[in-house]
């Protein structure tokens, strides 16, 4: 009998499912593949994506996990960057992070905010705001959630601007560079990139306000090898 026959019901890895005295067992630690690079976007809109790692079989169990309930153990496994990729991150200069809002009431039964958490780890990582441009009414999330490729580029953008819940010398400090017709580098972070249309839409919302914004894309994860055109 294996020692791991003695854990309670239930206590078992994230990743895989066996049973293990962590949140996450070293195997599937082990197995996570992380990223160095800026990679080509799937959206015309982004210049580029910059996922933490790739969202393989275990990686995608792990994200979904920490999607749906969150976790210390789980932050501490995902929240890592490769010093490569946060140096090409920082040559970038961005002027803030943005994160992509989600349903409240699903933020609320969670118990947290996913896109939000991986915004402030970039936010922390990079030294730059973070600032909560978008909105998403409540409910509208059900419009993309769910809907399978070809739906979800053809649904309704359900993004709106705001500059409420943003620091007000931040916001002035974003307008001056704008009547200045500066540059304005942002990444704009959501958890898990797949098909790139929650990015694409909420990149659009920001482009009707800011339309010379350069618009990059960060995330927790992302599915290598799909075909997006």
């Given at each position: 009998?294996?020692?791991?026959?003695?854990?309670?019901?239930?206590?078992?890895?994230?990743?895989?499912?066996?049973?293990?005295?962590?949140?996450?067992?070293?195997?599937?630690?082990?197995?996570?593949?992380?990223?160095?690079?800026?990679?080509?976007?799937?959206?015309?809109?982004?210049?580029?994506?910059?996922?933490?790692?790739?969202?393989?079989?275990?990686?995608?169990?792990?994200?979904?996990?920490?999607?749906?309930?969150?976790?210390?153990?789980?932050?501490?496994?995902?929240?890592?960057?490769?010093?490569?990729?946060?140096?090409?991150?920082?040559?970038?200069?961005?002027?803030?992070?943005?994160?992509i809002p989600q349903d409240q009431s699903r933020?609320?039964?969670?118990?947290?905010?996913?896109?939000?958490?991986?915004?402030?780890?970039?936010?922390?990582?990079?030294?730059?705001?973070?600032?909560?441009?978008?909105?998403?009414?409540?409910?509208?999330?059900?419009?993309?959630?769910?809907?399978?490729?070809?739906?979800?580029?053809?649904?309704?953008?359900?993004?709106?601007?705001?500059?409420?819940?943003?620091?007000?010398?931040?916001?002035?400090?974003?307008?001056?560079?704008?009547?200045?017709?500066?540059?304005?580098?942002?990444?704009?972070?959501?958890?898990?990139?797949?098909?790139?249309?929650?990015?694409?839409?909420?990149?659009?919302?920001?482009?009707?306000?800011?339309?010379?914004?350069?618009?990059?894309?960060?995330?927790?994860?992302?599915?290598?090898?799909?075909q997006y055109q």
């Amino acid at each position: 009998m294996l020692i791991t026959d003695y854990l309670p019901k239930g206590f078992s890895c994230a990743g895989c499912g066996l049973a293990a005295w962590k949140t996450v067992c070293e195997e599937c630690k082990e197995n996570l593949r992380w990223n160095s690079e800026l990679l080509s976007s799937p959206v015309c809109e982004l210049e580029a994506i910059a996922p933490l790692l790739f969202s393989f079989s275990r990686a995608q169990a792990l994200i979904r996990r920490f999607k749906e309930q969150g976790g210390v153990d789980l932050k501490k496994t995902l929240f890592r960057i490769n010093e490569p990729l946060k140096f090409k991150l920082m040559e970038t200069h961005f002027f803030a992070v943005v994160p992509i809002p989600q349903d409240q009431s699903r933020s609320f039964r969670r118990g947290h905010e996913s896109a939000l958490s991986i915004a402030r780890f970039f936010s922390r990582e990079l030294g730059i705001p973070l600032l909560r441009l978008l909105k998403l009414p409540r409910g509208q999330s059900k419009q993309i959630t769910g809907l399978q490729k070809f739906e979800r580029e053809w649904a309704i953008n359900p993004f709106l601007y705001t500059s409420q819940d943003s620091p007000l010398v931040f916001m002035d400090l974003l307008e001056e560079k704008v009547n200045q017709r500066k540059e304005v580098r942002i990444l704009l972070v959501d958890d898990l990139i797949t098909s790139g249309s929650t990015l694409s839409k909420a990149c659009s919302t920001l482009k009707e306000t800011y339309p010379h914004f350069k618009i990059w894309g960060g995330g927790i994860g992302y599915r290598p090898g799909r075909q997006y055109q």
